[in-house]
């Protein structure tokens, strides 16, 4: 088979990774790729916003599958378009990537259906969001609807900083905003639970905790993620149910009431509220850091689980995971979520001691005259699966030391709340 990975990060060199292992695939292309990725696929350097191109290539190369790994091109349609041309593909359609590219059509879908959430209110201009907020309680969670990369949420602890906060969404911050979403504070510890869905079936993907912060203590600045472990602390037999019944199957179902299919990974952030799930927000594909924590558990050939799914053939599937522990560290461009350099070369790769339980996955680097350049704000996932958090984080530090690259910054604490 030949598979096309679409992507640039972490999670693509994951992907990449374990697809690779497949003895059902003879070649890969990663469309971009980065400098990981070039070592064990193809990159081919297409534009991922040019659906045409992106066909043009799949159908001249004659690929089998395609998987789309970040939440853009699934929002703005890249699956159904590739579909509509007869082009197997892994990720849900644009309608059920609503949920990711619409935080307002999710809240609906949660009020129709039951679903437990923060309440909330939505409002269509500055003024009626104002009036509000000046009389409430607080602190108080504001949103902007649309996708902004993990920016345009806003926990505002007082009246000023919220009425701050919806003048930036109004004013065009996050794009254009026809209206703007006010949560009820959730008071709990947050999950990121996974499944796989081929329209009919859903079967867990594990568990994940991501630290978003780019500081340590889960402190400053919102980024992509600084690092994850997998599995939660807070998963239990009681807790997954109450997921999968409360949250996943209703969202699946009442999709379908709309004519939409729901296939490919799904992502559903969760507060955990004395053993009770509410859900935060929805993403339409693995996380990234979390998928490169994930992966490595999974003792199915990952090609199998995704042919699977894109077969309809989910339920014949049964899904195994190894019960260890899994932690990644991501090593950042100094700046980073800021301004930082870019093409900044990075030495010592060679001289790291990757072993059969460790994973080194790329992310924003480019390869040039064999040489490897930093050229995104996240750098380098360091995974290792061992039998506790602690040692895995111990073996990451002792390779993010050897390589000694002068230029990056970590955080040192991943996993500190499971890690004493
Ligand atoms: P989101 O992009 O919607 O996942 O929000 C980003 C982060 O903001 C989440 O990971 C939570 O840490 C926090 N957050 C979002 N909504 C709420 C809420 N209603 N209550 C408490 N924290 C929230
Ligand atoms: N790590 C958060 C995300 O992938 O959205």
Redesign the pocket.
């Known amino acids: 088979m030949k598979v096309s990975i679409i992507g640039s990060g972490g999670r693509e060199h994951a992907i990449c990774h374990f697809l690779s292992k497949s003895k059902k695939i003879k070649k890969i292309y990663c469309i971009p790729g980065n400098a990981g990725t070039s070592s064990i696929s193809e990159n081919v350097n297409l534009d991922i916003n040019n659906h045409l191109e992106i066909k043009n290539f799949i159908k001249k190369n004659k690929v089998d599958l395609v998987i789309v790994g970040p939440e853009k091109p699934l929002v703005e349609g890249l699956v159904d378009y590739l579909e509509n041309n007869e082009i197997k593909v892994f990720g849900p359609n644009k309608k059920s990537s609503k949920l990711e590219g619409s ?1 307002i059509f999710t809240k609906k879908l949660c009020k129709k259906y039951n679903i437990p959430t ?1 309440n909330f209110k939505i409002f269509n201009n500055l003024n009626k969001s104002k009036k509000f907020l000046l009389s409430t309680k607080y602190p108080l ?1 504001i ?1 902007a609807d649309n996708l902004a990369s ?1 920016k ?2 806003y ?1 505002c602890k007082n009246k000023y900083e919220a009425i701050k906060s919806v003048k930036e969404i109004f004013g065009g911050k996050f794009g254009k905003a026809k209206n703007v979403l006010v ?5 709990g510890e ?1 999950m990121s639970y996974f499944i796989i869905s081929d329209g009919k079936t859903i079967k867990s993907f594990e568990t994940a905790q991501d630290h ?1 912060r780019v500081k340590e203590g889960d402190n400053g600045k ?1 980024t992509g993620g600084m690092g994850a472990y997998s599995p939660s602390r807070l998963i239990n037999k009681n807790l997954e149910k109450k997921i999968i019944n409360q949250i996943i199957k209703p969202t699946i179902k009442g999709l379908g009431k709309l004519g939409s299919i729901y296939k490919g990974f799904l992502y559903a ?1 969760l ?1 955990i509220v004395n053993n009770n799930p509410y859900l ?2 929805y993403n339409v594909r693995m996380g990234d850091p979390e998928c490169q924590t994930i992966l490595p558990k999974l003792k199915n050939d990952l090609l199998d689980v995704i042919m699977a799914c894109c077969d309809k053939k989910l339920h014949k599937l049964k899904i195994s995971w190894n019960n260890k522990k899994s932690l990644c560290v991501v090593l950042c461009s100094k700046g980073y979520p800021d301004t930082f350099k870019k093409n900044i070369k990075i030495n010592n790769l060679e001289k790291l001691k990757i072993n059969k339980n460790d994973y080194l996955f790329h992310a924003g680097t480019s390869i040039d005259k064999k040489e490897v350049y930093a050229t995104g704000g996240r750098v380098l996932n360091f995974v290792t699966v061992s039998n506790n958090f602690l040692s895995a984080r111990k073996t990451i530090h002792k390779n993010i030391n050897k390589l000694n690259w002068t230029s990056g910054f970590h955080r040192k604490d991943i996993g500190f709340k499971v890690i004493n």
């Open positions: 935080k923060a969670v949103k993990g345009g949420v926990i949560e009820e504070f959730l008071n947050e978003k919102n952030g507060m935060v927000e």
